[in-house]
């Protein structure tokens, strides 16, 4: 088999386990647990070898497939590996078994339904990544959102359905947009002969106004931003997270809050560069306020699923700041942020579906000195917190570092040609590192430390299976933290195209 | 009389689909009065339609254009397409009818009656035969709505629907004689210069004649016959008024409509009230307890879209007319063919009676789910292609805004399709599972529409495109 195969091998293994699942009879559970972990890890094991394959010194697309799929509207299937997707492909297939095995004792009704969706989900996901048109892009994006609408909705907590109809309703009426300004890019660049393309390539080389430039990035930005969330169009993200079962949590925070970034990193700023640099101002503003707000809400939480789910807000806000500020260093520092918020926030969900699984309530409150009774799951999440908060040779301290060191790069470069305000978000945004370091100790301190409370004790610690879980995690966490120069090298390429492609202009008449 | 000459042959070949179903009338006839059977009108008007359908794809695939009825009945390979199409998709019909009546004679009878009206629409020439076809279309639906007498509603909605259904033909008329004062002829290329002159008489007849098709199509402010119609009715045919009768009544607007391009004030009426139809079908359906009813403001919200297509330039229309009817119709008769069958048939369809539905019955329930996010446009299933397609068009005929607001339209159409999913699937269940024979009915009629739904949105490049 070619090389380029086996990435459609990494991307149908999920359909091809929903397919094998559906002649397993609905009865027979553990036979249905072992097909999907099966397939999951089948996955991560094949894309291990196309991640050590990736060679970081060729640009463009790697283990490229295209074939013509709708001829008449220019519509392709094409997928293919590039420095901007390597790493997400990496750790959704990475999250991938953990989210099975995580979810081996919290699901026990409807297991065949559940692991269907969770294969579909993952399906929808790597296709997103892969994908390499925007008509396909846009099929995957939208598939995403049944299966969890199905995950939150059938195995969720008490106010599951006003959840997920939330996550839906948000989720839709972005992509929508999307929809509109999506047809509208690709018939306004289609050739006197009326030929038209979905290719990323392609459309890299738009000519529009800056006036419609704006709009069509609202547009795209709107379906994005809502994904990822940026403040204010964050408010179905507490919800989602709360209600959402661990694996859907662990799907959310881990991969598909991603997406949105993902979306203005592939899509967004490079196919509207002059509407990017008109709104810059704008998208940092919000990222930091993102940064800000979003640590704010997680400092006065009292559900402990709530604290994570807002510490995401504020550690994407991270990632938008580095995609916005255009500062190479800071780019790239934005991917492996991506990446590390996805390792820590799926570590942290499952730590907490975990203790849930035994005391069955989320109140912070009703917590209190586990570091005694359960002294390894203490240790786990001890370290999971420092990852989060960004301590050094953890993967989170690489990513922040990165991100600020590359805002204040700019900022200062922009500084001495007369503008502060990215050096002054830039400040602002590194008070963020502060109150994350605020909320996640006083998490900490009040769930292992101090008096001994234990709901529906006494309990037990982890077991293997959670131990094995949690030790893939952190030691990803650490490899991200002490190794970066090997994945920082698979996206240096794509860090820099991006930079060209952003802040060259492309408004119609200038010289190309 | 005639200026080509007449050939038995040429009426023979050319009206070959028709003919199927004539014959198909009459041994169905001959069958009830001299082998009565409980299944032989079935078998008898299950083979006709099939031949019929095979008879229009051999017409379409041979390319054969053919005036057996010079100046009023044509046969060229669209129609034929067009045919084939909707003789198809009644055919899932015939097999949710199954155990639905007692006596099945009449009911074939009726629903091949008006097939042959649809059939003769679509190759009409002049506005004789498409009022001819119109009407052959409606009358045996009137009296098939009554079919299911079981229920006082049947009644009311019969009743409804053919006065209605009067003000339709009367309009039509009205439009057509106004149209005929004008030109001096019935001919329906009459209608494509009635819209490109600006004389108040041709605009009126214009008019008319399209709120003739918008009531028989169900498009607000014109729609309200179709809830109590469609809730009144049995589920057979609730599923033929909304599949077939608005895929053969839009089929006959692109008949009349042709390739012509829309003048301004007409764009408005074409574009403002199927827009109206979009937002008021999906908020209406929001509501509803009857799963009827809600299926009735969904195919109003259907019938905008289809309409919408009529604002795209005037090569693609017709692609995108077909397309649309295919998937959608294949979506809607899968929703019905897997709605559980229960003894009392109005109780079948209160949404309240799907609560759980996941676990009575999980076959059901999936296809259901299916069918539902397809008819909300959600990818990869062929319902959004098929919108894809329709708005594509429109945005390329420059009417940005038109599009845009009819997206955000079928985006309020979402939380009602996943209203039902979320009845079925995350509700607790009440009752015992179905039985498993009542069950395995329903899977053949699935199948049968669910397959070609998927190979349509696995390879919408096969088709788009090609003709």
């Known amino acids: ?512 | 009389m005639n200026r080509h000459g007449f050939s038995w042959l040429d009426i023979a070949v050319a009206l070959a689909p028709e003919n199927l179903l004539l014959l198909g009338i009459v041994a169905i006839l001959a069958v009830e009065i001299l082998a009565p059977k409980p299944r032989g009108a079935l078998v008898v008007a299950f083979s006709a339609l099939a031949l019929a359908t095979v008879a229009a794809l051999v017409l379409w695939a041979g390319g054969v254009v053919a005036e057996p009825f010079p100046g009023e009945f044509t046969v060229e390979p669209g129609a034929s397409l067009a045919k084939a199409v909707v003789l198809a998709l009644t055919l899932p019909v015939l097999l949710l009818a199954r155990d639905e009546f007692p006596q099945s004679g009449p009911f074939h009878v009726l629903l091949l009656s008006s097939l042959y009206g649809v059939c003769l629409m679509l190759s009409a020439d002049s506005f004789l035969t498409l009022f001819l076809g119109l009407e052959m279309l409606s009358l045996p639906v009137y009296v098939l709505v009554l079919l299911a007498f079981r229920r006082p509603e049947s009644l009311e909605a019969a009743l409804k629907y053919l006065v209605l259904g009067g003000a339709a033909t009367a309009t039509f008329l009205l439009g057509v004689s106004l149209l005929y004062g004008g030109t001096g002829t019935m001919s329906l290329a009459a209608f494509t210069v009635a819209l490109s002159v600006h004389d108040p008489m041709a605009t009126a007849a214009v008019v008319l004649v399209l709120v003739a098709f918008f009531l028989k199509a169900a498009v607000v402010p014109f729609h309200a016959w179709a809830p109590d119609a469609y809730e009144g009715a049995t589920v057979p045919v609730t599923a033929y008024m909304a599949v077939v009768v608005k895929a053969g009544v839009l089929l006959a607007v692109l008949r009349l409509f042709g390739e012509a391009p829309l003048p301004g004030p007409i764009v408005d009426l074409v574009a403002v009230l199927p827009l109206l139809s979009i937002v008021w079908g999906n908020l209406a359906a929001m509501r509803q307890k009857s799963f009827r009813r809600m299926i009735a403001y969904s195919s109003i919200a259907h019938a905008g879209y289809l309409f919408y297509a009529l604002l795209g330039d005037g090569p693609g229309r017709y692609e995108a007319v077909v397309f649309y009817v295919v998937a959608y119709g294949l979506m809607n008769l899968l929703a019905f063919a897997a709605l559980p069958r229960t003894a009392d048939d109005a109780a079948r369809d209160h949404l309240d009676r799907f609560r759980g539905m996941f676990h009575r019955n999980p076959f059901g329930a999936t296809m259901l789910g299916i069918a539902m996010l397809s008819l909300a446009g959600i990818p990869p299933l062929p319902g959004f292609v098929a919108k894809f397609l329709i708005f594509k068009n429109v945005m390329a005929a420059g009417y940005t805004t038109y599009a845009v607001l009819g997206l955000v339209g079928s985006y309020l159409g979402i939380y009602f399709y996943l209203r039902v999913i979320q009845l079925m699937f995350m509700s607790p269940a009440e009752g015992p599972a179905e039985p498993r024979t009542a069950v395995r009915r329903a899977v053949g009629t699935c199948i049968v529409c669910l397959v070609p739904a998927l190979l349509l949105a696995l390879f919408p490049g096969a088709v788009i495109g090609r003709g």
């Open chain 1, 1 to 512: 088999m070619s090389d380029a195969a086996w990435l459609n091998v990494v991307l149908f293994l999920p359909v091809l386990g929903t397919a094998l699942l559906l002649f397993v009879p609905a009865t027979r559970e553990s036979a249905i647990r072992t097909l999907t972990l099966v397939a999951m890890a089948a996955q991560l094991v094949v894309t291990g070898f196309l991640y050590a394959a990736f060679d970081p010194a060729t640009p463009g697309l790697q283990f490229a497939t295209r074939l013509p799929w709708i001829p008449a509207w220019g519509v392709t299937y094409t997928i293919g590996l590039d420095g901007y997707n390597v790493l997400l492909v990496l750790l959704t297939a990475f999250l991938g078994p953990l989210v099975v095995a995580g979810a081996f004792t919290a699901v026990r009704r409807d297991v065949k339904l559940f692991y269907c969706m969770v294969l579909l989900i993952q399906f929808a996901m790597m296709g997103a990544f892969v994908a390499q048109d925007l008509f396909l892009f846009y099929l995957f994006w939208e598939a995403m959102m049944i299966p969890m609408f199905v995950i939150i909705g059938i195995w969720g907590g008490e106010r599951r359905i006003y959840a997920t109809f939330k996550f839906v309703l948000y989720t839709a009426f972005g992509s929508i947009l999307m929809l509109a300004a999506m047809i509208w890019l690709a018939w306004s660049l289609a050739t006197p002969e009326g030929a038209l393309s979905f290719a990323f390539t392609d459309l890299y080389q738009s000519r529009l106004p800056l006036s419609t430039q704006v709009l069509l990035l609202s547009a795209f930005g709107l379906s994005f931003a809502i994904k990822v969330p940026i403040v204010p169009l964050h408010t179905w993200l507490p919800d989602a997270h709360v209600e959402a079962p661990t694996a859907g949590s662990v799907i959310l925070a881990g991969v598909l809050l991603k997406m949105g970034t993902y979306g203005f990193m592939k899509l967004g700023f490079p196919l509207f560069p002059d509407a990017t640099m008109v709104l810059s101002p704008l998208l940092i503003a919000l990222a930091v306020v993102s940064i800000v707000y979003g640590a704010c809400l997680a400092l006065v939480q009292d559900d402990i699923k709530k604290i994570i789910a807002y510490s995401s807000i504020s550690h994407l806000g991270y990632v938008m700041l580095g995609l916005v500020c255009l500062d190479l260093v800071g780019v790239q520092g934005a991917v492996v942020q991506m990446v590390s918020h996805g390792l820590t926030a799926a570590g942290l969900f499952l730590m907490v579906g975990m203790i849930y699984e035994r005391c069955h309530t989320r109140e912070l409150a009703a917590y209190g000195g586990l570091a005694k009774v359960l002294p390894v799951y203490s240790l786990f999440f001890m370290l999971l917190t420092l990852a989060s908060i960004g301590l050094p040779t953890t993967s989170g301290f690489t990513g922040e570092f990165m991100v600020l060191l590359g805002a204040g790069t700019a900022g200062w470069q922009q500084y001495s040609q007369g503008s502060s305000f990215l050096l002054a978000s830039s400040a602002v945004a590194v008070t963020g590192v502060v109150l994350g370091a605020m909320y996640m100790l006083r998490f900490a301190q009040g769930f292992l430390f101090g008096g001994e409370r234990v709901p529906h004790g006494p309990v037990l610690d982890l077991d293997l299976r959670e131990k094995a879980i949690l030790v893939a995690i952190v030691a990803a966490v650490f490899w991200l933290g002490l190794f970066p120069a090997e994945p920082l090298a698979k996206t240096e390429l794509a860090a820099q195209e991006y930079r060209q492609l952003v802040t060259t202009s492309r408004l119609p008449g200038n010289a190309p």
